[in-house]
């Protein structure tokens, strides 16, 4: 009898392809997507560079013979900007750090006198800052090193010790420094300055779970609120709805609202308590997390009709958005931070809504940017809420014209 | 399109549809009189829901047409849906919502005044007799009486006709006489009523005309006599008696009176349209021959002998 009814739930298995493929595809997906999050995938995959802005003031030789030596390091990319620009991109979350090398740095070095070079960063991404430290100082010094070093001590032999015979100088010459070895010791060279989330530095990890974990939770909500409208056509009250007098897009449009309504409720609820249990500055942001919100609430209740849309059953439906809410999660920034992610992640991540709402939170409470400056980030929001809605709607009136 | 006769409300026109290759609806034409309830009466597979699929304007025909009071429900489908309400097969209602709650939704979806719509679901409940459990979810209801809510909520806009597809499927035979008397009480009120169903029984007391429906057509259409009287369907006359049946067979068969001995059930049997009048006319022969009568039963002749008949099956699976 056990084999009876095994083969009968195997037969009903067998006859849902979408199951099958979702059954077995997700584990792959999800294996290779953190496999390449946390490494990279096989031994023999080469490290992606680190960005670097370099902002030249002092415009010598050896300025531009350090950034030639950056840029031909494979572990950093070199991105020449004026200081503005490289502010802004920093702020915006679009570079990790710059190398500023102010006007007058290699006289500086020549005559002893002091003029670090600064590094600005977005304190968010101080992992991918530590990452790039070690290349930057070992490059830096090597080449300071070999040209100012030598330059440095002869000056001042000549200045202190004046009548030291040629040969004792020579050999004090040539006697190898040892450059500042623990990294301390050699950040310790650079003026280190955040850009941004100076002003709220306490709320880094804060903003990246509350953001990171409300949509991924939002997510899995509205995919649950996106099924009952399956419910309805197993349940039959769906034909019901159906032989009603109104056209049958009210239904979806229905499902949409009442969906995009729980979403807004449930990240207002989210935000509120943080800032009341943990102190997240919302007052001040009022305006502009409220629109981000509604714009981010928009997005997710699109994808939750959207599954409804393609699939067939809620069994169907549940495996699906598992799938999807757990792709969009790991690259999108809710499970994983972005920053600590390979670049090609990086880029894979703006296919996923948890990337713009994650990216729009950290505008709003990071980076201090303004309503205007976060509406780009909200129009992306905006743009997939509309265009996944009406890709729905085409589905499901499709599917219910098939019917009749 | 021709204006309907005004004694009738809707009238389906040879029409057709297909899934794949299944002709679940083949060339059907039916007319429904004002205020009639009319049967659709078929063996599951039949056609029948399809049918009720295609005139609620669930389902579209490939072919033929549809006219109910005078309108098309292609050229005016949210018209038609106000003119009709539709009880599915499926108790279509939400578990966690209370009876009211529910009648209150499906009836504020046919845009009945709040007002008057407090006024329907009270009429509504109190016709299906579940007033007093109006605020209890209905997940707490037995099947018989969902199946009463089920009909109410297709009520609350006052439709002129009322479509049930199979109303009374998986419900006791109590629950069923109260959803009968609820039928019969609408009809009253004028209602015209269209019935699918697979039972006879329920055909034969509730149906003034039937359509008996098999593989996407109706067979034979008509009211429950005219039916049976079309296809010769006569009452069985069983009678075991304590002589030699040949004899009594031959003797019967002498005086005009068709009948036959069967084996297998020891007895004689005699078709007959009237049971009485046959009786009356056999009995006093026997008598005078002194054979004496061990046992009589009768078997009246149904739809089931009817749909026999026609088809060479049974309404239902046995």
């Not at chain 2, 389902?59 to 098309?72: F, M, T, V, W």
Request: with cysteine.
């Amino acid at each position: 009898m056990i084999f009876h009814l095994f083969r009968k739930d195997l037969l009903l298995f067998l006859k849902d392809k979408k199951s099958i493929v979702l059954t077995f595809l997700l584990p792959i997906i999800l294996i290779s997507l953190f496999a390449y999050a946390f490494g990279g995938l096989g031994a023999k995959s080469s490290v992606s560079p680190l960005d670097l802005i370099v902002v030249d003031q002092d415009r010598t030789p050896l300025a531009k013979e350090l950034i030639r030596a950056l840029d031909s390091n494979a572990n950093v990319q070199v991105i020449p900007m004026h200081l503005p620009a490289a502010r802004a991109s920093i702020l915006r979350g679009k570079n990790t750090a710059a190398l500023i090398l102010p006007k007058g740095w290699s006289q500086a070095l020549e005559t002893g006198d002091t003029l670090p070079p600064e590094i600005i960063y977005d304190q968010a991404r101080k992992a991918e800052v530590s990452m790039l430290m070690p290349t930057l100082t070992g490059i830096y010094f090597s080449t300071i090193s070999r040209i100012t070093i030598p330059k440095s001590i002869t000056l001042f032999l000549d200045k202190n010790y004046p009548n030291l015979p040629a040969d004792i100088k020579n050999s004090i010459i040539q006697t190898p420094i040892i450059p500042p070895s623990s990294p301390q010791e050699k950040s310790n060279q650079f003026k280190m300055t955040s850009v941004v989330g100076v002003a709220h530095s306490s709320h880094l990890g804060l903003i990246q779970a509350i953001a990171g974990t409300a949509i991924m939770m939002l997510l899995f909500s509205v995919a649950a609120l996106g099924t009952s409208l399956l419910e309805e056509e197993e349940k039959g009250t769906m034909n019901r709805l159906l032989m009603a007098p109104f056209s049958s897009t009210l239904i979806l449009y229905s499902k949409m609202l009442f969906t995009f309504f729980i979403a807004v409720i449930q990240l207002i609820i989210m935000f509120v308590f943080a800032w009341l249990a943990v102190g997240l500055d919302v007052p001040s942001h009022l305006v502009s997390t409220f629109l981000m919100i509604v714009v981010t609430a928009l997005a997710i209740s699109s994808f939750g009709i959207f599954l409804a849309a393609v699939s067939s059953t809620r069994q169907q439906a549940q495996s699906l958005s598992t799938l999807i809410i757990l792709i969009m999660s790991a690259v999108g920034g809710s499970m994983i931070p972005l920053f600590i992610m390979p670049p090609i992640m990086k880029k894979i991540a703006i296919c996923s809504v948890n990337y713009w709402g994650i990216q729009g939170f950290y505008d709003i409470f990071w980076r201090n940017l303004s309503l205007w400056d976060i509406l780009p980030r909200m129009s992306v929001l905006l743009i997939i809420g509309i265009s996944m809605t009406t890709l729905s709607i085409f589905l499901f009136t499709r599917r219910m014209s098939r019917r009749r | 399109m021709n204006p309907l006769p005004p004694s009738i409300i809707l009238q389906a026109q040879t029409l057709h549809k297909s899934f794949d290759s299944i002709h679940a609806v083949n060339g059907v034409s039916l007319s429904i009189k004002r205020g009639e309830i009319y049967g659709l009466l078929g063996p599951n597979g039949a056609g029948k829901s399809t049918m009720l699929h295609l005139i609620s304007t669930l389902l579209q025909p490939d072919k033929g047409k549809i006219i109910i009071e005078n309108l098309s429900p292609t050229k005016a489908p949210a018209a038609i849906k106000m003119l009709m309400g539709v009880v599915p097969q499926e108790i279509a209602l939400y578990e966690d919502l209370s009876a009211r709650e529910n009648l209150a939704f499906w009836g504020g979806l046919y845009r009945v005044q709040p007002d008057l719509l407090r006024q329907q679901i009270d009429k509504t409940l109190e016709l299906v007799g579940l007033k007093e459990r109006q605020n209890d979810p209905l997940r707490t209801y037995s099947g018989g009486m969902k199946r009463r809510i089920n009909i109410a909520a297709a009520l609350l806009h006052n439709p002129k006709i009322l479509l049930m597809d199979e109303p009374t499927v998986g419900v006791d035979p109590q629950s069923r006489n109260h959803v009968f008397e609820v039928i019969e009480q609408l009809q009253r009120q004028g209602m015209t009523i269209l019935y699918t169903t697979h039972y006879m029984e329920e055909a034969e007391r509730l149906c003034e005309r039937i359509g008996i429906m098999d593989n996407g057509r109706i067979i034979a259409e008509g009211t429950v006599e005219e039916l049976k009287s079309q296809f010769a369907i006569e009452n069985i006359l069983s009678l075991q008696l304590n002589a030699k049946q040949e004899y009594v067979v031959s003797l019967l068969n002498d005086l005009g009176i068709g009948c036959k001995y069967i084996t297998e059930k020891k007895s004689l049997q005699i078709p007959t349209r009237d049971i009485r009048h046959t009786l009356c006319q056999i009995l006093p022969i026997l008598s005078k021959q002194e054979i004496a009568i061990s046992r009589i039963d009768t078997q009246t002749a149904d739809l089931e002998h009817v749909f026999l008949q026609l088809t060479g099956k049974r309404l239902r699976d046995q």
